[in-house]
C-alpha cells in the first residue's frame, strides 16, 4: 500500500518512488549515486533475462502457416537483438533516472513546471497562438508547402476530429464523471444517421442532416444512459463498452438497413450554401470567379471541422457557468452530498450523455462525409479507447489538455509514416507503420505512469471565492464514483 | 432433446474456458479493485505460447506421446504466461497504485493494445490453425429428426477440458482457503492497509495474484486452441469481455461465483446460438452484462457493496 494521496505533492514523484522501491531487492540501493552501478547492472541483467523470458516464444520463435501445417521458424538474432535493448535501455535508466539522485525527467519537468509559473498567463497565450495558428493553418501550408498540402491538411482535418471528439467526450467523463468506453456508438449514430438521411432522401445535404444527427445521437445518449444512472465507475465504463459494441454488432448484421459489413458508400460532399466545391459550372469556384483547385474541398472540410470543434469547445465554456455545468461538476467531485443538496442527478446524468453524445453524432456526420464511405469497422473499441486515451492523458476536464493530446498522439502516429529513412537502418522490409498501435499502446501506458494526471497538471475551477486562481489536477475528481 | 444435450455439453465446455479467463478478472479485482482489461490478451499469449511449444516438441524435436506432450505444453505455457502477467502488472499497474482509479484503467486498456500489435507484429496477423489433435469421443444419444439423423457426442477433448477446470478449480480454491498465501490474499482483499500494517507483503501478494490469474488464462489459452484450433491476435478481446461478463454475474471478487458464471455465460451463448441466430450471439452477452449490472450488481455469489459515505 503507498503511502496516503493527499501526501504527495507531485504526480511526477510516485512512479518514480514506487519504481525505486521495487527495484531495490536487485541490489543495495544505498547513496544513490555511487554505490548504484553494481545494482543498476544487476537490475539491468535482470530486466534482459526477463525481457528474453518474454519474447523467447514471440521474438525467437514464429509460428507461420507452411504446406504440411503449421511450421516453426527460429529468429534467435532478433531474439538477441531485443535482450541487449531491454539491457541497455534498463541500464541507462538505472544510471540516469531510478537510481540517481538527481534524475534527468526530474529537471525537464521542473523546468517546464518552472516556465509555466514564471510567465504568468503563459496557459491564456498559448491557447490564442494555437487558435490563430489553427485558423490560418490552410494558408500557411498551401502557400509554403505546397508539394504536400493536401496530405497535411488531411492530418489537421484527423487531429481536430479527434480534438472535437475529446471536447465532446470530456463533458462526459471530464466535467460529469461518468466514465463511458463506448463513446463511439454515438459517432457511428451521427455518421450512419447522416448517411442513411443523405442516400435515401435526395435533398437531404450535409447541413440539414447535421443537426438531424446530433439529435438523434442525443437520443441515443439517453437511451444508453438510462439503464446505467446507477451504476459507477468501472461498472459504468464496461456497460457503456458492451453498449458500443452492441451497435457496431447492430451496424455489422442488420444488412437490410445498414449495408451490413459493405457499409455505405456515395455519402454526399458538403456544400457551400448549395454550391458544390467541384470544376463544374455551378461550382463555388465558378461562381465567385477563381480557380477551381481539389486543394479547396479538404480547405473546406478543415474549416468545418474546425468550425464544429469550435463550438463544442464554447457551449462546454459556457455550460460550465451555467447551473446544469455546476451540477455536472458537482455530481463529479461527490454525487451523494449533490444529491442531498436537492440536485436532480438523474438528469444531470442524462443531459451530460446527451450533450456528450450530440458533440459524438456531429463529428460522426462530419466524418461520414469526409470519407464519402462509412462500415462498421470504423467504429471499433480501439477507436473508443483512443478518444478517452485522448482526453484523459491530455489531463480529465482540462480543454487545452485534449488539444495537446491528440496532438502529440495522433500527430505521432502519423510522424511514423514519414520515417522512410528506417528502412535504411532496418533493411527494406522495415514498416515503421506496422508498429504504429504498438507504440501508441505504449505511449499510453508510459504518459499515465508519468504523469496521471495527465499532460496539463492544472485545471481552472468554475467557481470561485474572491480571486481566480488555477488549482492542481489532484484536487479534482475524476469519474471515481464516491 | 438430442439437439438441446448436445448444446448443453458443448455450452459447458465453452463455459469451463469463460471461467478460467474469469477467475484472473475476479481476484483482480477482488484484490485491487480494477478491471485487468489486459487479462483477456494475457489469454491469447498463452494460447500463442501453447501453440509454438506444441509445435516445437511436436515438428521440431519429434515427441509422438500425445498426453506427455499435452501436459508439457500446459505447464510450460502456464509459467511463460504467468511472467508475461508479473510483468504487465509490475510495468503498468504498480507504479499506479494508491494512484486516482481511472489511471490503472487507462494503462490497462495501454497494456492491451500493446499486447496485441506486439503479437500481431511478431507472430503476424493471419489465423494460425491448428488441426484437431485429440479426436474421438463417446456417443451418447443418437436419434432422427425430421431434418436427418443427430448424434450427440461427447468428445474426449471437452471431457478433457471440463475435467482439467475442475481439477484447477479445486486446486485453486483450496489455495486460497487453505494456505497462507490465500490468507494474504483474503486480507489485502478486506483491507490493504491494515494487512500491510500486520506484515503483510502486500506487492508481492498482488504480484501473486496476476501471476496466478495468467496461470489460468494460460491453461483457458491452451483449451480455446485445442478446442477451436484456430487462433489470432485479436481472441483476448472478445473473450475477455464474455469472461468479465461471467466474473460479474457470478458475483465479483468470489471464485465459485466465476465458475458458475462462467458456465452460465457459455450455456447461454451455445443456445441463443443454436436456438436463435449466430451473428447476435455476442449482443446476447453483452446484454447479458448490462442487465445484470444494472438488476443485481452484486452478481450471484457475491456480497453486496456497503457503501459507507
Redesign the interface.
Known sequence: MASPEASIPASVQKPMGAQGRAAAPGGARSGAGEGGLAGSLRDAALAAFLAGVLGFFFIGLRADIAPGGLDLRARWGAWIVSILVVFVGRLALNLFVFRTSKPVTKTIGARLTGLSDAVPGLGKWLTRALLVFALVLPFVVTTFFSSRDRQIIDLAILIMTYVMLGWGLNIVVGLAGLLDLGYVAFYAVGAYSFALLATHFEFIGFWTALPLAGLLAAMWGIILGFPVLRLRGDYLAIVTLAFGEIIRVVLLNWYEFTGGPNGISGIPKPTFFGLELSRGDDGMAAFFGFEYDPIQRFIYLYYIILLLALITNLVTIRLRKLPIGRAWEAMREDEIACRSLGINTRNTKLTAFAIGAMFGGFAGSFFATRQGFISPESFTFLESAIILAIVVLGGLGSQIGVVVAAVVMIGGMELLRNLDFLTYIFGPDFDPVRYRMLIFGLAMVFIMVWKPRGLVATREPSAVLKEKKRIGADMVAQGEGH | MDYFLQQLINGLTLGSIYGLIAIGYTMVYGII???NFAHGDIFMIGA??S???F??LT??LGFAFLPVVLLIVLIVAML?TS??GW?VE???Y??????????P???A??????L????Q????A?V????PQIQGGITLMEGSTQVGDIVVRLSYMQIIIIVTTLVLMTVFTLLITRTPLGRAQRACEQD??M??LLGVD??RTISLTFVMGAALAAVAGFMFLLLYGVIDFYIG?LAG?KA??AA?LGGIGSLPGAMLGGLLIGLIEVFWSGYFSV??K??AA??I??IV??FL?SGLLGKPEVEK?
Request: charged content about 15%; aromatic content about 12%; cysteine-free.
Open positions: 479493485g480494477m478491471i500463442f505460447i501453440l509454438a511449444v509445435l516445437a515438428t521440431v511463460f511472467a508475461w510483468t509490475r510495468l503498468a504498480r507504479p499506479l497504485r494508491g494512484s486516482f482509479r481511472l489511471a484503467l487507462i494503462t486498456i495501454g497494456m492491451s493494445i500493446v496485441q500489435n506486439f503479437v507484429i511478431t507472430q503476424g493471419r494460425k490453425p491448428l488441426p490493504r492497509k494487512a500491510a502486500v506487492d478481446f469481455i468479465f461478463t460479474v451473428e447476435y455476442d449482443v453483452f446484454s452484462l448490462a449490472l444494472i450488481p459515505v
